[in-house]
């Protein structure tokens, strides 16, 4: 059973666009929500997180969406770049039980036209 | 500072052999985690150390995988016997001891697996 369900798969944007990417989540006990992006043969590398005490957070170019309610979350990448091609990862951790650990979502593989 | 280091980079071997995958974190993080990356699907955590205790191993799929952390230091992850299902890419992260933040969490660049 994934517990963070992460859409789309895969994501071609033109440079300049902006790209979107959702995650939804089941266990109420996560509290902190953050983004990892990974680039071909490197780790993934923390980009930008959200606690649910607040609903939108902007780092740059970078800005997550949180819906409490809903369960979802998202990440919005303003004016897209090449270099911003790469693999992204919504994950999800909470501080007691199996929410200790990082639960990740499939990924989503982001490649942005020149 | 140097970054979590893993190695071997990629390892293919043949079902029914062993294999060790080390993983060395960033010096003074007490805690290691190794996860794996299946077939193009989510990251999942296989367990976690605090120094050379295992604090939280309930990702660990089979008795066929063995962690140990020596000293508190560099880790390894033994498979024994590899099976085909077991390929993907095994990553290591570290983080300090109390990292409520996630902002010290790094991982390494991983380990290819492919069981053949």
């Known amino acids: 059973q994934q517990q963070v369900k992460q859409s789309p798969q895969s994501l071609i944007v033109q440079k300049g666009g902006i790209s979107i990417i959702n995650c939804a989540y089941e266990?109420?006990?996560?509290?902190?929500f953050p983004w990892y992006q990974q680039f071909p043969g490197k780790g993934p590398a923390l980009l930008i997180a959200?606690?649910?005490?607040?609903s939108e957070k902007k780092e740059g170019r970078f800005t997550i969406s949180f819906n409490k309610s809903a369960k979802q979350f998202s990440l919005h990448i303003m004016d897209s770049q090449p270099g911003d091609s790469a693999t992204y990862f919504c994950?999800?951790?909470?501080?007691?039980?199996?929410?200790?650990?990082?639960?990740f979502g499939s990924g989503t593989q982001l490649t942005v036209l020149p | 500072e140097a970054g979590v280091t893993q190695f071997p980079s990629h390892s293919v071997i043949e079902k029914g052999q062993t294999v060790t995958l080390r993983c060395d974190p960033i010096?003074?993080?007490?805690?290691l985690y190794w996860y794996r990356r299946v077939m193009g699907k989510e990251i999942k955590f296989l367990l976690h150390?605090?120094?050379?205790?295992?604090?939280?191993e309930s990702g660990m799929p089979n008795n066929r995988f063995l962690a140990e952390r020596t000293g508190g230091t560099y880790s390894t992850l033994k498979v024994q016997p590899a099976e085909l299902e077991d390929s993907g890419v095994y990553f290591c992260?570290?983080?300090?001891?109390?990292?409520?933040?996630?902002?010290?969490?790094?991982f390494g660049s991983g380990t290819r697996l492919t069981v053949v």
């Open positions: 992260a570290s983080s300090p001891f109390r990292d409520r933040s996630n902002y010290g969490y790094t």
């Open positions: 266990n109420t006990a996560f509290d902190y």
């Open positions: 959200i606690r649910p005490d607040v």
């Open positions: 994950a999800a951790r909470g501080t007691s039980g199996s929410a200790r650990q990082l639960t």
């Open positions: 010096s003074g993080h007490d805690n």
């Open positions: 150390f605090v120094k050379e205790s295992k604090q939280d």
